[in-house]
Each structure stands twice: as C-alpha cells, then as structure tokens.
C-alpha cells in the first residue's frame, strides 16, 4: 500500500509537471509543406523593445520608412532568452517575433504623442539551422495567416540582418537590456 | 530500495517544482517601514503595449506632455494577467510596472522613427486592498531607488486613473490585446 501510493505520488507529480514544461517549449512548428506555424502564444513570452516608425537608411526607396507611424513590439521565446542572459548568444529554434501595429493620437485622455491599436502584420525571424542554409529565416504573417513560407534566402530582411546585426544576425543594438549582457559577453559587433 | 527510489523520486520531483512556484509568485513586497521593494523581475513580466511621448490632455499645465520624446512600456504580473484573461478584472496583489525610456533617432542603420534607449524610471500602480484605502497606489522609483514609498492618496496619477481608467483604475483602453476580453467580459467602461 505504502509502495502503490509512492507510485502514485512519484506519476502524479512527473504528469503534474509535463504540461509546465510542454506550454514553455515554444519550439518551431512546421506543416507537412514546410510552412510555419503560427506561435499563438508570442504575446506571453519575453518582451525586448520597441519602436515607433523606425526608417532603415540602407532601402534605396523612394521612402525609407519601414514602418510609417506604426509601432513594431519585439518578442523573443523564453528558453532562448534566458540562454542569452548566461551566454550573449542566441541558441537553436530562438524564434523572435515582432509584431506591427498601428498608432493613434487622439482618444480616451491621449490629446498628444502616439498609443498602440491594431495588429497589421506580424514577423518571425528564427534560428534552426539544420532547416535552413542560412541558419537563421523569416516568415511574414498578415493578421489572419495561421501558417507562412520562409522569405527567400536573399530577401532584403535576411540580407539587412545579416548584414547589420549586432549580435549573430539579430538587432540586439535596438534592445536596451540585452546590450549590456552582450558586450560582457563579447558577443556584441560595436561597429554595427 | 524499491520503497527508498520511490521516495527520492516523490521528494526529488516535489522539490524540483517548489523554486518555480516561487519565482512566480511576483506579489508586492514592503519593507518595515511600508516601502514597496521594486520588483526587479518585472521585465520577464506580461507586456501590455507601449506609447511615446503620450500626452494627457487632463492635466492643466503649460505643457500637458506626460513623456516627452519618452517611450513607455507598461507590463502586469503573471497571475494577474492569467486572471484577467478569465474575468475581464483585476485580482487583488496586480502589479503593473510601467518604466519610462528615453528616445534616439538617428543610431546603427536607424536613420527616422524613434527606438527605446536608456532607463529614466518606474512606476508601480498595485492592488493591495486591505494596505491602502484606495485599494491601489502608486509609487515611482529612479533608476537607482530600490524602494519608494507610496504616492499620496489624491496624487495626479491616482486621481487620474480613479477618474479615467477603462476597467477598475487601470487604462485598458491603451492596451490593445486586452480591450476585447474585457469588453466580452463586460468589465469595460466605454466612456472612458
């Protein structure tokens, strides 16, 4: 009797603790046809920084605006973020997320400067290098998408970030609390 | 020895799973003399959204910007964001931390918009019912305050949000993710 209830005590408490560990793997998710998966859950993970109407100089466009006046919120899964507190570098399958939204001006109490409103778009950018000649992808979802294809190798993100990161192919210079954490590192490109 | 593995495993898995009940506990924390501890996790908190420069038309003053060319990004305790999700209100013991960035223009391949720099200050906005007549108070910290102690009871920002907020004392309405969970909940005060 005593045995039997230390059996149960000892699965009770390995199935307790599964679904904690199943909601925090936040790995890639691929279709059958290569497509990914949607992270739905991309607003519970670890917030990075963000910016509103951020314009790379590099696009040779008529307007370089990237974002117009809508604001870009960053996101990054949990298990690579706290890789990155101990290393400065991001491991396999980090998926960030960065999601676009509108502004407004004026409504409730706001009578200046620019509040968050709608969702427009949403970017994934992840690191799975056995996927991916480049090791790192990006996937560009509209709001209703529940599934995306990687952009092409020489889309012009691959090619900026690659180009441009601080840190591995990432923005980290853009991300005020990680940048300490990767110059101690070493990790961090300063010319960029 | 079967018995003996039995119980390592119980008293091993129990273990294992106490220090992750502790790190989300995230309740407010005082010191003898009342002053709130500042959370100092409250970046791996749930973000909520961000404005820059929000200006509150209320506040009667030769300039009603609140921020400046600030950004402010304001984020909710874990379990009260997870009760939110279920009631459309706040728990008593929420915690909202609202840290106050300053801005850049130009910097790397930025060259128009504005991205987050460094840290110019936290405000805390908690529940704690049976502490404070009000129910909520606020205390704002420096970069450098490990504690703070609370705002008067007719502070601005606490006759502001008693006056304004959209749910309970908070601006739901600037939240984007959470104002269709409170509208369905109908906790959501339209007018605000």
Redesign the interface.
């Known amino acids: 009797m005593?045995?039997s209830v230390?059996?149960w005590?000892?699965l009770g408490?390995?199935s307790?603790?599964l679904p904690?560990q199943q909601v925090q793997t936040n790995e890639p998710k691929y279709t059958n046809e290569g497509q990914l998966i949607k992270p739905d859950n991309y607003?519970?993970w670890?917030?990075l920084?963000?910016?509103?109407?951020?314009?790379?100089?590099?696009v040779e466009s008529a307007a370089?605006?990237v974002?117009g006046d809508r604001?870009d919120?960053v996101?990054v899964n949990p298990q690579a973020?706290k890789s990155f507190l101990g290393t400065g570098a991001w491991p396999d399958k980090t998926i960030f997320a960065m999601e676009v939204?509108s502004s407004a001006s004026k409504?409730?109490?706001?009578?200046?400067?620019?509040?968050?409103?709608?969702?427009v778009g949403l970017e994934i950018h992840l690191k799975d290098q056995t996927r991916f000649p480049n090791k790192w992808a990006f996937f560009a979802f509209s709001p209703a998408d529940k599934t995306a294809k990687p952009l092409p190798a020489n889309s012009s993100c691959q090619t900026?970030h690659s180009q441009?990161g601080?840190v591995d192919e990432t923005?980290v210079?853009?991300y005020?609390?990680l940048i300490p954490i990767a110059k101690a590192k070493g990790t961090f490109k300063a010319d960029?």
């Not at 409504?107 to 969702?119: A, D, T, V």
């Open positions: 005593r045995v230390l059996i005590l000892a408490c390995f307790a603790s904690a607003r519970e670890i917030y920084s963000s910016g509103l109407g951020m314009t790379y100089g590099i370089n605006t974002f604001f919120n996101f973020y939204r409504g409730s109490i706001n009578k200046g400067g620019r509040y968050q409103e709608e969702l900026c441009n601080a923005f210079q853009f005020p609390t960029k």
